[in-house]
């Protein structure tokens, strides 16, 4: 089974306390999901569901419902 | 505790990234922060807590524009065109210079990656520019690694080659990031480099031991017999085949081939003997066990034989269930879990990286033979019961070697891979031991043994150092290599240090016996040798040299050289020699 966005987020940034339900979660949350953590999340996502965002998406997707719906409109749950 | 390697690079590395991770337990990177490079390379002041190692990568995309190497490029003359190439390039290693001048001590990771352009048709006549560039590149930085023992180079487009190029560079990464590689290939870069990290701090194995049914060939002997075996044929007869030619190659370089089957003996010779399709031969093999006993038990037999440590041995048997047993019984072993299909076995052992070493030296060729001669040896010494005349009848013949530039990768080389008869196991580099070596009032050399049972090599090294007190010496490495063990050759190295320390001033000798996983052969020795345990030695010799041992951990043993009787001489009597 394929993990979820919030699995990934943990498996990231194992030392971070975050609300996995909290709907504005995205960069700058906690303090190691800056712009590289975020550019090296994606690229996690990217591995894990086979799929790879554009230069457009990396600049558009900041939160993880973002996320979410982006990856909903390619067809993968997370 | 994990180690730190500090990582720079022309391109943005991603820190964070789970790639990372590929560097291997026990490595933790340290990343400069994006276009420091320089600054890192340059900076003449010694880190406080300097990493274990530094790894720069370089792009030379990121520092030579294409259009830079057009004039160059235009030279139709060779020589011409690689002395211009040659001078393009040399100012981009300047820093690269700069960092291997001032801190010597730290080893250092140049892994350097130039663009795949073109299309196979600018291939097709000539040699496309960045090839040019390539080789110059090439030839300025092999230069550097015969000058810094600490310098090694990682070719990152031939390991990224395996992943495919257009899966391990991506340029959306690179607009988005300024980072060249893709996840994927930024994964090949931190596992390469984890595998010279890894290999720095421990030895290359030296023992492949192979499974015979379904391992060396198709089928089980005992049941098909040599008729019925794949072994030759096309499919995966050929892929066996190639398998034992992997194998015996690796034994062309100096790893040990051996076999633990559970086989009737005679049904195995008859293959090895009798199947025209056999690459091995019985001359390949170092020991063999074959026999219905437990493989862990045979394992553990064959490294007490050889005198080797079992955690030196690679076991590949194509059979899951007798490597659960290994695993669990002789976790020292390495067991490779070889996929299923045969097909890839042999590529999978020609890469394998437990074998892989930095330098194969002279040495390692003449391994197989070392080690038949030492079972040899070990069969007659055990007939004999008079040991000095037994000794004195093989026509032992000592040597001393220098340590230069010609036998310095073979002192490092010992100093890494001696774990037995190694008083404080410390592993140099090459530039520790030539630094050693320079220090004025030092003792430095190999022992090379020779004896009726063969030529045995640079078996041994002596590396002394003085101390604060100029008439005081520390004996700071002292290693044999075991497969001489049983000539007394310890002693023989020990009288030759000692005479040269005498030369050089010295009246006091402090040796330190470190207590480590395998060296316990060598723990009587220096009590065994004369020396004196540091409680026995008289008060006022523990009163001055106690300031000299300060920091020394270990058993601490003092001799005053004069006095000094060096038991075991008189089997080197005849063929004293320097």
Redesign the interface.
Known sequence: MKPKLTDLLR??FPAAVFDGQDPTLGVGSFA?WDS??H??FL??V??TFGL????DE??ELKTLAQIRENLAARGVEA | MSQRIQICGTSFLLPGNPAWSALGQGWEPVFAGFDEWPRLLLDPVPPVDPPAALAWVLFLEDLLPAAALAPALALKDPGQRRQALAELLAPLLLPLDARLANHPQTPVIVAYSLPAVGSAIESGRGLPAWEHARQALEELLRARVDQHPGLLLLPLDRQLARLGLDQAFDDRNLYAARCRLSQAGLRVLAGCLGQLLERQKTAAKKVLVLDCDNTLWGGVVGEVGLAGLALGQDGLGKAFQDFQRAAQDLGRTGILLAIVSKNNEEDVWEVFDQHAGMVLTRDDLVAFKVNWRDKASNLLELAADLDLGADSFVFWDDNPLEREVVKARASQVTVVDPPADVTRWPRLLRDLPLFGRFETTTEDAKKKAQYQARAQFKAEQGRVVDETGFLRSIALKPSLVPIGQGSVARAAQLCAKTNQFNLRVIRHTQADILALADEPGAVAFLGHLADRFGDHGNVALVLARPTADPEVAFLDSFMLSCRVLGRHFEAWMLARAVAQLRERGASWLIAEFIPQKRNQVAQDFLAGHGLMPWDQAPAPARERLAPLCQGLGGQIHLAELASLTIPYLEIYDETQAD
């Open positions: 498996q990231l190691e590289l953590g550019f090296n690229l996690l990217e591995e790879q965002f554009s230069v990396i600049t």
